[in-house]
């Protein structure tokens, strides 16, 4: 999805309750602000989820939205049960209480990635935390029939990105890439894994996977991936992206 902004913050708490069970997984890949030079900051994403045990955001924000917005009566508050940070604080994970009057509760796993810049990739040093961040979006997941809720801030380029990732690391897991013939035409669209699954998120929201980076950044993920699998791990895992003609063509 597209990072909540400050009118739609309980829209998007209203669809955790309606559309997912307990416990939920969100996977945050922006910060809030972003850092533009000369002292400048834009603003990424609302501050949707409480910081720590000494904030309850309510729903819905009297501030902001419109009082029973859509005539329901759904009304709220979420709060921050523990705070967690891994990695030197590349990862910070949260522990939610969703509380919504005659609804129930819902616990919600929180999971803020810190190292991921707009329009670009999280850099070498960071893959083990991001590798982590990916383990903790499933383990903490309720089953694999729950949707995880994964967004950036316009929730296409970082947001694609782990999508595909999520899709393609699974059949590595699954052996799906061990049967692939290594005597296809490689030029041929049809026969790589991942421009399908690029194009296939592209079909259902534009731009998905938004730049040449985020390209490249899912072939190393997957070739570290393989290595590990294939027992090649600590191997040079230096990658050479020498066909990407397609995903330009269709970028437009």
Known sequence: ??????????????????????????????????????????????QYYPINSLEVKQIPNPEYEEHDEFGDGFRGYIECLSLEKRHGGDIE??????????????????????????????????????????????????????????????????????????????????GAMDRLDPNVDVNNNDNDPIFRAVDALRDQRLKMVQDVSQYKFIHQVLRRQWLERQGFEGTDQRLEVLHLDPFVEHNG
Not at 124 to 136: I, N, P, R, T, V
Not at 142 to 150: E, G, L, Q, V, Y
Request: charged share 25%.
């Open 1 to 46: 999805m597209q990072g909540p902004k400050e009118d739609t913050v309980g829209h998007t708490w209203r669809m955790v309750s309606h559309m997912s069970k307990s416990p939920v997984v969100m996977v945050m890949l922006t910060k809030t602000t972003d850092a533009y030079g000369h002292g400048m900051h834009y603003n990424k994403c609302a």
């Open 93 to 174: 994970v949260r522990k939610l209480k969703l509380h919504v009057e005659g609804r129930g509760d819902t616990t919600v796993w929180h999971l803020l990635y810190t190292k991921w810049p707009d329009h670009g990739v999280p850099d070498g040093a960071d893959y083990d935390s991001f590798f982590e961040l990916m383990k903790l979006s499933r383990e903490l997941n309720s089953d694999t029939s729950n949707p995880r809720i994964i967004h950036c801030s316009a929730g296409v380029g970082r947001t694609g990105t782990f999508i595909a990732l999520e899709t393609l690391m699974r059949e590595i897991d699954e």
